[in-house]
């Protein structure tokens, strides 16, 4: 578990904090099993050896998601990316590659393509290091629109001879062009040669490979494919392959020329050095025509020529022999450098790859074959040299399948040796997308009537939209692995789309939970169902009751409450959402809500339909049942009722009683309208009504009373917003446990956050602090829930989610009393210093706290050693705003195993200070 503690703290004005940025969680949920499109291993390669551990590290993209990550090597390599890189928009990630040693400082670097960005295309290069960060230190903009500048990259090679490597990048479309960047100590991104096809060629760039000595002159050289060569005799997509010799002064006319002579037979699509094949002192090259299922060798040599000095042929015709080729290094450690060669359309498109082991003759019959796992999967679409990863003296090699699962790839790794086999020695599944996990949070009471409540988060996406809901059980340290996990029902889709906690709807003690999922088509209609989870000693995954409407298309469940008796029987009730339901004599999406009343025989629950009063009403859009604004005993009923853009909509509210009155006693304008518990403490629910208007927001405040007025008694304002933010409530929790609830405010902008405002006699307009997110998005706060006293210490916790964070989502839990605590220590001025604190407990057994101060924004690393000086956790790797900063550590390294007794050191680390202090574990 990590917890970190954030704040911000800026001046106070008349004793009330104006706003104290806070961004502080007990326990950080994240959910990993959802099958995403990402287009993992599209692009694989060695990243060099990017911590100078000795072992060859290996980057994978997957450029849909705009990632890239990168494993480092090892004796034992895993499955967990040591390194995720990311960029918003374009296609980060499409192409990857070691970049060798661009500055000289001892580390390898890797260099990242993405051609779409701004139209124009970018690439990254981000510099090794002990402790590498994911910031980009040097950023190449192409300068052409539609350029797809990025589209390929290469490093590793010293064209120039200077002692540092230099890079390759490729910008195929319109004519083409390719642009070499000189490494160097102070290396820039202004490029330093640019490379032209010839005329009326095009993609030229296609392919870019630079680290290899064909001439055995001592500077490497450059091999451009142009995939697309347009020739007079109209041999359309017949590519040229381009050689221009390393030089002091390297110029760029063209040294060597290699042409395609079919039509259609995509020459050049891909080429690469293939190192020396044949031990002879000069590299060689391998290019790809797959469109004809074949692949040439060129040996180097003092006067290289364009004659093709070996001819490899597919199996089997429409293969995509040699649409990605590759030198393996040398896998089995004979002398001789090996190639390796995809055919991702075999059998099927599951897809093989072929190496030819090198030899003094070499031959073109493949000595080793390797195949995918399944039908369409691609395996073999991009192939490459990994390194020495286990640095063990044999190459490694890498093969992806980016379309191993729905459009999830993976990529496979396969250590050399003196007898190499066709058995993956490691599988790196792809980076999982789109689980949405957190897009609902819910309270559910107390379900096993243990005296702590509980509580369920959703994941709508998992498993390509079948959906899934994890149930949380509270106890006094805080659940952080779920007690129960429940797939979708009867095949539904977006199973747990909406959930809610309603309370104890057959009155035996424990409380209940509901779930709303899709169940088919009607007439090509969508139809939705409920169901019901009763509570007990031992919760079952079975549905104890479904709920349903008889209208397809209806939005039915899209809203649910529950906790409220609203027609004082004492058991709980339940009202359903259907707001795009038609009505019949009022019109189409008039919509409906269906109130459901408690009751001991689920065969016997009697329903009252309430139903909008206009077409396109979408009555139901927003409702709530958990509060009683007249304090007579009886729930009461809020429902808002969003009409078309021109009108300001309408909230109805309906006073519970026996038995109900279907006819509303107030109505106020309004699109949204929600409980927030007793703000004031008199005794009667409050409520509120939040809206958006020209990117600003503001929160209408209603105290309850005996006579119910249509004139707010206060109004929450909120700043301009960068984006169309929309204001969500929470309330009935009490955070402080003074005795007034409290209200919780979800804003999703540029970056979402939440306010906080703590009740009072006499609460102002003002947040009493603002809760940000981990990173600058607009899902922060997306969905919010108070959930009670989970750890049952009398103050009431909350949690936050954000749905876009690590890639599939992630909820926050706040606990009520540590936030509060929390609060009063950040009062204090730190002085304007890094500090770094002893950790606390020292020595210790389990886990231990680690405190630091930030002066001013800085980039912050904060790593654990042992006593060899050996890295053995990260804990904190990313830019941080000024304040104070906790980190639970639990006495574990990077790989989750538990340390051993001894001395340790813990290192924070900023652009400019470098702070060690040291710790004992005792076991």
Known sequence: MKLILISILLFTNLGHLISQDFSQYDLKFTENNIIGNTNFGNSVSSAGDLNNDG???????????????????????????????????????????????????????????????????????????????????????????????????????????????????????????????????NMDNVFDIEFYGMDKSRGFGHQVSLNGDVNNDGFDDLIVSASHQVYASLLFNSGTGYVFMGDNNMDNEADVILDGNGRDDYFAYSTANAGDVNNDGFDDIIVGSFGSDNCYLYLGSSQMDSIPDVLFTSENENTNFGKSVSSTGDVNADGFDDILIGSEFSDNKIGKSFIFFGNTNINNISTLTFEGEKEN??????????????????????????K????????????????????????????????????KIAHIGDANNDGYDDYMINATGFSNGKGRVYLYSGNNLFPEKPFRIIDRIDNQRNFGFNIAGVGDFNNDGYDDFITRGLVGFVSNYEKYECNLFLGGTSIDLVSDQAFFSDISNDSFGSTISGFGDINGDTFSDILIGAMESTVEKVGINAGKCYIYFGNTNSSNTEIITLNGEEPYDYFGKSIATNGDINNDGFSDVLISAIGDYSTDGKCYIYFGGAPFDTVPEVILPGKEIAFIGDINNDSFSDFVIPSTNNLNWKIDLFYGGLVLDTIPDLTLKGENLHTMGIGITEGIGDFNSDGFDDLLIGVNDWPGRAYVYLGGTSLDTIPDFTIIGEGNRNTFAWSLSILGDVNNDKYDDFMISDIHNEFNGATYLYSGQNFMTSIKTFKEVYPNTLKLFQNYPNPFNSSTIISYHVPKKSKIKLNIYNALGQLVRKLVNERQLPGNYSIIWNGKDNQGLALSSGIYFYNLVTEVQNIYMKMLIIK
Not at 384 to 398: A, L, P
């Open 377 to 402: 999967s691609h395996f073999g679409n991009s192939v490459s040299y990994g390194g020495d990863i286990d640095n063990d003296g044999y190459d490694d090699v890498i093969i992806g399948s980016y």
């Open 55 to 185: 072992f060859d590290d290996l980057i994978v993209g997957a450029y849909t998601k705009s990632i890239a990550l990168i494993y480092f090597g090892g004796a034992l390599l895993d499955t967990i990316p040591d390194l995720i890189l990311t960029n918003e928009g374009g296609y980060f990630g499409y192409s990857v590659s070691t970049a060798g040693d661009v500055n000289g400082d001892g580390f390898d670097d890797v260099v990242i393509g993405d051609y779409v960005y701004n139209s124009k295309g970018r690439a990254y290069l981000y510099f090794g290091g002990l402790n590498m960060d994911n910031d980009p230190d040097i950023i190449f903009d192409g300068s052409d629109e539609i350029s797809s500048f990025g589209w390929s990259v290469s490093g590793a090679g010293d064209v120039n001879n200077d002692g540092y490597d230099d890079l390759a990048i490729g910008a195929p479309y319109l004519k083409g062009k390719v642009y070499i960047f000189f490494g160097g100590s």
């Open 404 to 439: 191993y699962d729905i459009s999830t790839g993976r990529a496979y790794v396969y250590n050399g040796s003196a007898i190499v086999d066709t058995i993956a020695d490691l599988t790196l599944p792809g980076i999982k997308t789109d689980n949405f996990f957190g897009s």
